[in-house]
């Protein structure tokens, strides 16, 4: 039986914090840029004011359209796909306009993908598999398998039994099992 792989979307598949710089910067006519997030969410970082229409963001339909896929990810999924169960679980309910944008992003930027294999959940300690690739710590809680920490601007104060950084790292650990 193979082994299954859940993988986040939103800063792990996808580079969402870019576009989250670019909207926010043209509509508030800022420079914020992502070295200034250090540490730090965006949420973190721009005035109080600003927070709920920054948060506002995903819940555009627009906001999914042509987000940049980071470096290797869409090949590195597809030779993992060779090899294990390969599921997308993405925490859609904190934007539930987002499904079908983020279905329509998926579709287009992971064609060789089921739909069958989209999970777009709450809480990811509800799904089932071995291991959960994610740029939020807070969703394995309650995972049973193991967390893969995957590096974003907000995370990497964070220890994490297991960090990778980019898609090679992510190809490098899965090539050792």
Known sequence: MRKRIAIDMDETICDTMARHLDWYNTEFQQNLTKADLHGLKIYDKVPQEHRARVRAYPDIPAFFDDIPVYP????????LHERYDIVIATAAMEHPTSFTPKYQWLRKYLPFLSPMNYIFCGK????????????????????????????AQHNVHESAQVRVNNWLEVRDYFSER
């Open 72 to 79: 290797h990810a869409a090949e590195v999924i597809a030779e």
């Open 124 to 151: 990811k300690n509800v799904v089932q598999a071995d291991f959960l690739i994610d740029d939020s710590s807070r969703h394995f809680d309650g995972f049973v398998g193991q967390g893969i920490l995957f590096t």
